[in-house]
Structure formats: C-alpha cells, structure tokens
C-alpha cells in the first residue's frame, strides 16, 4: 500500500498560482503512475492530471491544459501540480491518487489509493 498526503492548497486571488504538493509513503514510490482529481461543491469528482511512473507521459483534462503542470521526483516520492492562471472555476478539493497499474487514465475507478484532499479556493 501507499499512502498519500496533499499540502498546498489555499486561498488565492483569480490569476494567480499554486503549487499542490503530494508525498507519499510506504511501498515504492515508483511502482505506481500518479494523477491529480478534484471535486467541486455539488459535483462528480473529476480528472485533472496524470503522470507515468517515469515523468515521460503526461495526460491532462482539457479544462487546464496550458494552465496546469504535473511532476514528479521519485527520489523526494513526491507528486506535484503545478497551477497558474487560475479561476473561480478551479475551485475545488484536490486529491492525489496512485495507480498501481501503470496507467495515465481520466477515470477515478482506475485508481488504487487516495489522499485525504486539499481545498483550492480561487476569489474573483
């Protein structure tokens, strides 16, 4: 297993940018492909960004291509996300999730473990 801790989140002003960060802990940070979902008030969860076990392969939801960036440092078993230009829309809780399976999917039940999530909350 793995488990999985967010920090970063916060209250920022329309325009401006945050850096989520995840660590994780327990089982080899790179046995497993990472990715970023958020949940909005009143809203299914949705997919926001993943990464490869590697950094080589990167998908991300079209609502943040150019805005957002995930990373990872395998020798930190850290994931991060890059975000920039943001709006009242991105206003959310973010999770982290792994996926054991290796794969860079939009789905939620793709992935295996979870954080427990970080409140972005952008003021327009």
């Known amino acids: 297993q793995v488990q999985l801790v967010e920090s970063g989140g916060g209250l920022v002003q329309a325009g401006g940018s945050l850096r989520l960060s995840c660590a994780a802990s327990?089982?080899?940070?790179?046995?497993?492909?990472m990715g970023w979902f958020r949940q909005a008030p009143g809203k299914e969860r949705e997919f926001v960004a993943a990464?490869?076990?590697?950094?080589?392969?990167?998908n991300y939801a079209d609502s943040v291509k150019g805005r957002f960036t995930i990373s990872r440092d395998n020798a930190k078993n850290t994931v991060y996300l890059q975000m920039n230009s943001l709006n009242a829309e991105d206003t959310a809780v973010y999770y982290c999730?792994?996926?054991?399976?290796?794969?860079?999917?939009?789905?939620?039940?793709?992935?295996?473990?979870w954080g427990q999530g970080t409140q972005v909350t952008v003021s327009s």
């Open positions: 999730t792994a996926d054991s399976r290796l794969r860079i999917g939009t789905s939620a039940r793709a992935y295996d473990y």
């Open positions: 990464i490869s076990v590697s950094g080589g392969r990167r």
């Open positions: 327990g089982r080899t940070f790179n046995s497993y492909s």
